[in-house]
């Protein structure tokens, strides 16, 4: 925002222009790109429509994730391993925390124990 602009004044001004704005509730933006994805977590989005071009404004917690080029194949003996060390027994939960780590066994372990 700008600084010694009364928010009211400056709607006035946006409307005036023809630049209507609202809030859009969000749980996460995703952005996919070529070889990687940037994730916004907890975003604040603001759609602007500015004489029919609408434009989106997002902040919020940025990550960055690359994209593998392969699949990382998940064994039973990796699932079973991490069930068994972090005393979870669901199946699908173990495999879950694997394809989120990537297949790094003790990656999962931690998030499922955490």
Same mark, same amino acid.
């Given at each position: 925002?700008?600084?010694?602009? @009364? ?17 859009? $509730? %969000? &749980?996460?933006?995703?952005?996919? &790109?070529?070889?990687? @994805? ?6 604040? *989005?603001?759609?602007? @429509? %500015?004489?029919?071009? *609408?434009?989106?404004?997002?902040? &919020?917690?940025? $990550? ?7 699949? *990382? ?13 972090? &005393? *979870? ?7 879950? %925390? ?17």
């Amino acid at each position: 925002m700008m600084p010694n602009v @009364d928010p009211r004044q400056l709607k006035k001004l946006m409307d005036s222009m023809g630049i209507k704005s609202s809030e859009i $509730r %969000a &749980g996460r933006v995703v952005i996919e &790109g070529e070889g990687m @994805d940037i994730v916004i977590e907890n975003p604040q *989005v603001t759609r602007i @429509d %500015a004489k029919g071009n *609408v434009s989106f404004q997002v902040s &919020g917690e940025v $990550r960055e994730v690359e994209k593998n080029a392969a699949k *990382v194949e998940i064994g039973e003996d990796d699932v079973k391993l991490v069930m068994q060390q972090a &005393g *979870v027994s669901d199946e699908s939960l173990a495999r879950s %925390a694997l394809e989120e780590t990537n297949g790094d066994i003790a990656e999962a372990i931690l998030k499922l124990k955490g």
